[in-house]
């Protein structure tokens, strides 16, 4: 079964501190991964994704992630915290389904917490 | 461009009673999908539409249906319902030449 794991339920960081946000994934064939921003009761925002290429891929925002295929990580980065960044990270997977469609696999989250 | 649009953002039903969600796509996408995100938890694949047919069902009740439609909007139909259901319910939308999923703000459902 196709998967991501986010270990930690809060990082916190101080402000113009760098930030990472880890992601291992378990996934058969080429993983495609994502990462998503959510703040309070908004909707689920695309940051960046990795399909193939380079393995720091860069997003929206400052952040970047990257990609390590030995350790089954995508962890999200950025080199200053803002204040602003405080929010819900996701990691995601697109996973194949019996038909040939895909669907979105979700981590349990990450809250960022960038204190002043 | 405009975004995938959900509606209502908000709804408040009693136990028991039946709710519908609606979901418009972003223009010429194809599939749709339904995530229940509950209080503090990720979100939770429900069921996806693919050129209006069912491409694929997550950890939906019975209690709930959903189509989507000649004009790829889609509904999700909950009936039934139950304190347990109180959640935020997404809807994304993709199309074959993007490899992300385009989510909507969502609708709060509160059963009270």
């Known amino acids: 079964a196709q998967s991501v794991a986010q270990p930690e339920d809060q990082v916190n960081v101080a402000e113009g501190n760098p930030l990472t946000v880890k992601c291992t994934y378990s996934?058969?064939?080429?993983?495609?991964l994502f990462w998503y921003v959510q703040y309070p009761n908004r909707g689920l925002q695309f940051l960046l994704k990795y399909i193939t290429g380079d393995n720091l891929v860069k997003g929206s925002y400052g952040f970047e992630a990257e990609f390590n295929k030995s350790q089954t990580s995508f962890h999200l980065k950025k080199p200053s915290a803002l204040v602003s960044d405080s929010a819900l990270y996701f990691c995601?997977?697109?996973?194949?389904?019996?038909?040939?469609?895909?669907?979105?696999?979700f981590g349990t989250g990450t809250r960022l917490k960038v204190l002043a | 461009a405009a975004g995938v649009i959900q509606s209502p953002r908000h709804l408040i039903k009693e136990k028991r009673e039946t709710a519908t969600l609606k979901c418009y796509p972003i223009s010429r996408h194809d599939t749709v999908y339904w995530y229940q995100q509950g209080p503090g938890q990720d979100p939770q694949f429900l069921i996806s539409f693919y050129e209006k047919m069912q491409s694929d069902k997550g950890s939906i009740p019975d209690r709930f249906s959903a189509q989507q439609f000649s004009d790829y909007h889609s509904e999700l139909n909950m009936s039934s319902l139950e304190l347990g259901d109180s959640a935020l319910y997404f809807c994304a939308s993709s199309s074959p030449a993007d490899t992300e999923a385009f989510f909507g703000q969502g609708t709060r459902l509160t059963v009270v």
């Open positions: 995601a997977v697109r996973a194949y389904t019996p038909r040939g469609t895909y669907k979105y696999i």
């Open positions: 996934v058969s064939g080429n993983p495609y």
